[in-house]
């Protein structure tokens, strides 16, 4: 399967929420060892909402436009609609099958993610 | 120049009549006539090696202790009790990081910027006083930093022969003189992984104390290797693993080891592929180094042209084809190199290595890039597979364009 879809080299060229936050509570990241791909992950949460979310970084064309796709997906969903996304959530988002080794660029943005719920930034 | 076609020695090339594989440099395929041999012992004669006195004991043991010979004739060893077998070069570096002068703590040790993670954790663990030699513009190895950087303390210096992502080969042979005039009592061990499948190796010529290789990049089996070592420095090595086989005298009280070789071989070893790994020298010696890497420079020669063809690729490593290996790491304009490997095994079935190559320091603070990707070559690689793979990268620059 040709895993580059237009809707992937879209975001991957035009990434959406890339940045960082100026009023960010919440802060991560997650690194593929193997290929180098980094996902930051910046969230503001208020009143258990995810208002907003950024990701920065860089890695192939997978990592991060599936970073750009979560971002967009997750922001104004509540903290536990997002401690419960796995995978699967990531593969029907992206529409493609991934290989064991590529699943790993595709949920980055997720384990960034669920490692920034767990560490607020200390104001 | 007729490349040789050896792609129907190879099953792998049955399974996939279609396979570009650019990848021998993280393994090498297996020739029928190794995984035959393999066959032979777990099917004739799969008995345990010196433990029994019955026949197919005897056949076992006397298979297994052949390879000690013919590895000790492919690099030249002086003596074939020299020879320890292992898993691998991870093994073989563990074995000398941990064994080495066990009971000094903060000795002196010296890699390079260019060393695999095999021959750089396992030293960087062992001791306070790790330094890293620098590579130079024309990614070799400084040798005035090099000189520099050895001193009368230095206890320790290992070198990889060919480096697995820059393809340089190192000039050992002039290296280790150097040091030995700085430093006559400097241990030299040599990271020889990527260099036995491609050149001819000397260990005397070289005068190094140790030198390591694994068997599956040399068209034998995993989890097989060698470690070689001067006879009384690798006497002198504090086992890793302890156990059956490698004492002479065990009672309550006290453990008598045995000599070498068996004193660093505890355990049932990994037999068929160890005999594996005899077929593989077998193999490679009946064609011949020199003629192997005549035809793999040709190829690199070859390769090169074709790469610095494709606007925005650049290549890590000598420019000078004459003293590089078949390993060529590249990468292509801003194109990760994941994307450029997934391309290329899913629209053209061409294998090829993206990533650090276990050689992280190198890519984080000498080439300053998180990743490359990289081709290898072995002896059934042509150049039609060079020009698919010059194809495939021009349809990569396509979809990224
Ligand atoms: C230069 C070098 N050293 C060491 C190793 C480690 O070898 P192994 O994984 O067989 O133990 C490799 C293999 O990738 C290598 O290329």
Request: glycine residues 6%; aromatic residues 6%.
């Amino acid at each position: 399967m040709n895993i580059y879809q237009e809707q992937i080299l879209e975001h991957y060229k035009d990434p959406q929420n890339y940045g960082v936050l100026k009023n960010a509570t919440h802060r991560d990241y997650a690194l593929n060892p193997t290929c180098g791909d980094k996902v930051c992950i910046d969230m503001h949460i208020k009143k258990n909402i995810i208002q907003d979310i950024a990701f920065s970084g860089s890695g192939c064309a997978i990592s991060q436009a599936a970073a750009s796709m979560f971002t967009q997906k997750v922001k104004g969903i509540t903290v536990e609609n997002l401690t419960m996304m796995n995978k699967d959530d990531i593969l029907k988002m992206l529409e493609i099958e991934l290989s064991m080794n590529r699943l790993k660029c595709g949920v980055l943005v997720l384990e960034a993610s669920h490692r920034a719920l767990h560490n607020p930034i200390k104001l | 120049m007729q490349t040789i076609n050896y792609k129907e020695k190879f099953p792998m090339y049955v399974a996939h009549p279609d396979l570009i594989y650019l990848d021998s440099a993280a393994t090498s395929l297996t020739p029928q006539i190794v995984l035959d041999k393999m066959n032979d012992y777990y099917t004739q004669y799969g008995t345990n090696i010196s433990r029994g006195v019955y026949s197919l004991c005897e056949e076992a043991t006397t298979q297994y202790e052949l390879v000690r010979e013919k590895a000790a004739a492919f690099i030249h060893a002086p003596s074939d009790q020299e020879i320890i077998f292992t898993t691998g070069t991870t093994h073989s570096l563990n074995i000398l990081a941990h064994g080495i002068s066990p009971d000094e703590s903060d000795m002196h040790i010296l890699a390079t910027a260019m060393d695999h993670h095999a021959n750089f954790v396992p030293w960087q663990n062992r001791t306070k006083n790790f330094e890293v030699i620098n590579i130079d513009k024309d990614y070799r190895l400084d040798l005035s930093n090099l000189a520099k950087k050895i001193t009368s303390k230095t206890a320790v210096l290992t070198i990889p022969l060919i480096s697995n992502v820059l393809g340089t080969i190192n000039p050992v042979q002039k290296i280790i003189s150097l040091a030995r005039e700085i430093n006559p009592q400097i241990i030299v061990v040599i990271d020889a992984a990527q260099a036995a499948p491609h050149i001819p190796i000397d260990v005397q010529k070289l005068d190094c104390d140790f030198l390591t290789f694994s068997a599956h990049k040399l068209y034998g089996p995993t989890g097989a290797g060698i470690l070689w070592g001067k006879k009384e420095k690798l006497q002198n090595i504090r086992p890793l693993l302890t156990g059956g086989d490698m004492i002479s005298e065990v009672s309550s009280s006290k453990t008598q080891y045995r000599n070498i070789p068996h004193k660093l071989e505890a355990g049932t070893p990994n037999i068929a592929g160890i005999i594996g790994l005899g077929a593989a020298i077998d193999f490679i010696q009946s064609i011949g180094l020199k003629k192997i890497q005549k035809n793999e420079e040709m190829l690199t020669k070859y390769a090169l042209n074709s790469l610095r063809k494709i606007s925005g690729l650049k290549i890590y490593g000598p420019q000078d084809a004459n003293d590089r290996a078949g390993v060529v790491s590249f990468t292509l304009k801003n194109i990760h190199p994941h994307d450029i490997a997934s391309i290329l095994d899913t629209q053209y079935n061409i294998a090829v290595r993206a990533g650090n190559h276990c050689a992280m320091p190198l890519h984080i603070e000498t080439l300053d890039i998180p990743a490359t990707a990289r081709i290898s070559f072995g002896i059934y690689n042509t150049i039609e597979d060079i020009d698919t793979l010059e194809k495939g990268l021009y349809k990569v620059s396509e979809i990224f364009s």
